[in-house]
């Protein structure tokens, strides 16, 4: 099994806020995305860029892994930031507006040429219509590409979508991008939700994107990492279950036996490999957590 790497909570942070940056030091969040793009006003953003290199490259964070989002391939600040996070080599550069493959290779390309190390990877927001008819291109184009991030607030705009409980609208998009990711051994994570003050909403919606298979959420506000980590996080029984069912299916296997069951529930190959990958989540939690 490949390494696990727990994504359950990605909080944004205003990369034009000092004081956002240095609290982000103490935040749970398993990943922060250290914003260039819409956090930052135009006439801040080579401050920002300065400030956010700075302590993507710092050490300062911990366990968490640091990215840096970049503003968008159409604008004129894009150049700039990626030669930039190429030179502080965060744990990726997060990629606004990806919209096919040949976009894709184009920062990939430009990472390569900027020095960047091969531990800085590419994280590619899915946010458009063409994104979601595009996903499996998208997210298969390069191995250096390793996460789709939905852009859930851009592509409700472009659907002319409106926001409503169980987000309707929008889950024909999320179902396409998540098998996607599937379908090319890549992580998943959801997009944000907008109203902070709303708890028992987001975590309906933190559900909801755990149910249909999202790794994780990005979030918006320090408030939403803690619901966020637990309902992403495998639960107590969901642990020992897994323990179970690894368990009986080796002792039956060592048996010779054909039938396995547990909880009077008959157990295969794939139930073995959801409970594997429950456990290696857990564990890689836990470590994360030390």
Known sequence: MTEVKPRRSVLYMPGANERALEKAKTLPADALILDLEDAVAPDAKEEARERVCAAASSGDYGKREVTIRINGLDTEWHDADLRAAAQAGPAAIVV?????????????????????????????MVETPVAMLHAEEIAGA??????????????????????????????????????????????????????????????????QGRQYG????????????????????PSDEEIDRSRRIITAFE????????????????????????ARRVLALADAIGASAQ
């Open 96 to 124: 606004p507006k990806v919209n096919s493959a040949a976009e894709v290779h184009n920062i990939e390309r430009a990472l390569e040429l900027g020095g960047a190390p091969e531990s800085t990877k590419i994280w590619a």
């Open 142 to 207: 390069s191995e250096r590409l390793t996460v789709l991030v939905m852009g859930t607030n851009d592509l409700a705009k472009e659907l002319h979508a409106e926001f409503v409980p169980g987000r309707g609208p929008l889950l024909g998009g999320l179902s396409l991008a998540l098998l996607a990711a599937r379908a090319t051994g890549k992580v998943i994570l959801d997009g944000v939700y907008n109203d902070v003050k709303d708890l028992s909403g987001f975590e309906a919606e933190c559900l």
């Open 214 to 233: 999202f790794d994780g959420k990005t979030l918006i506000h320090p408030g939403q990492v803690e619901p966020c980590n637990r309902i992403f996080a």
């Open 251 to 274: 002792e039956a296997q060592s048996a010779g036996k054909g039938v396995v069951t547990v909880d009077g529930r008959m157990i295969e190959n794939l139930h073995v490999d959801n």
